[in-house]
T-cell receptor, first 113, second 115 residues
Framework: DAKTTQPTSMDCAEGRAANLPCNHS???????VYWYRQIHSQGPQYIIH???NNETNEMASLIITEDRKSSTLILPHATLRDTAVYYC??????????????FGKGTKLTVNP | EPEVTQTPSHQVTQMGQEVILRCVPI?????FYWYRQILGQKVEFLVS????????KSEIFDDQFSVERPDGSNFTLKIRSTKLEDSAMYFC?????????????FGPGTRLTVL
């Protein structure tokens, strides 16, 4: 899996958008960008993933640059419950294989009241 | 919404004892995983399992570890002779065999404390 680089920590005000960056400059053409988060010591929670196009779901938006070397996870209206460690993971294209997830240290997002 | 469940939530054992951690993956999922997270450290892959076989395992997953799908719903991780350094959160995950929908969903974890 391609290596990702994320800031160690970020702060965000409640109700504002949280923008979490991720660099993946060595990403290959068939590798997806996945985002998970971990609230305290709970199990990692899937947020969103994408290949080339920007993606949006009920939790977040994922913006991938045209060269695919970086991406940004956007939480449009952060709440206190969004305080968590956010992981950006790059994976090979899903093909029904047993691909493991390789977690880095992630970004510790703190949402402040 | 279907969820991965794990039992027990917390297991305390003595060093050298055997423990079995249990997971019930999402019912139509076909790939199963175990990860662990030592306190304050990264989430680490242990093993993946498909079609009643181990697909991949990490260096951590030595002879003391084994996995089993004893029936159509449970997926277990056994540690034969626990060590102090096995103390960690253990997470089970599952995914459906599909292309774009290939997302692993995690359970809440079992906290294993080895004394």
């Amino acid at each position: 899996d391609a290596k990702t680089t994320q800031p160690t920590s970020m702060d965000c005000a409640e109700g504002r958008a949280a923008n979490l960056p991720c660099n993946h400059s060595t990403i290959s053409g068939n590798e997806y960008v996945y985002w998970y988060r971990q609230i305290h010591s709970q199990g990692p929670q899937y947020i969103i993933h994408g290949l080339k196009n920007n993606e949006t779901n009920e939790m977040a938006s994922l913006i991938i640059t045209e060269d695919r070397k970086s991406s940004t996870l956007i939480l449009p209206h952060a709440t206190l419950r969004d305080t968590a460690v956010y992981y950006c993971i790059v994976r090979v294209a899903p093909q029904g294989g047993s691909e493991k997830l390789v977690f880095g240290k992630g970004t510790k997002l703190t949402v402040n009241p | 919404e279907p969820e991965v469940t794990q039992t027990p939530s917390h297991q305390v054992t003595q060093m050298g004892q055997e423990v079995i951690l249990r997971c019930v993956p999402i019912s139509n999922h076909l790939y199963f995983y175990w990860y662990r997270q030592i306190l304050g450290q990264k989430v680490e892959f242990l093993v993946s399992f498909y079609n009643n076989e181990i697909s991949e395992k990490s260096e951590i997953f030595d002879d003391q570890f084994s996995v089993e799908r004893p029936d159509g719903s449970n997926f277990t991780l056994k540690i034969r002779s626990t060590k102090l350094e096995d103390s960690a959160m253990y997470f089970c995950a599952s995914k459906i065999l599909a292309g774009v929908g290939d997302t692993q969903y995690f359970g809440p974890g079992t906290r294993l404390t080895v004394l």
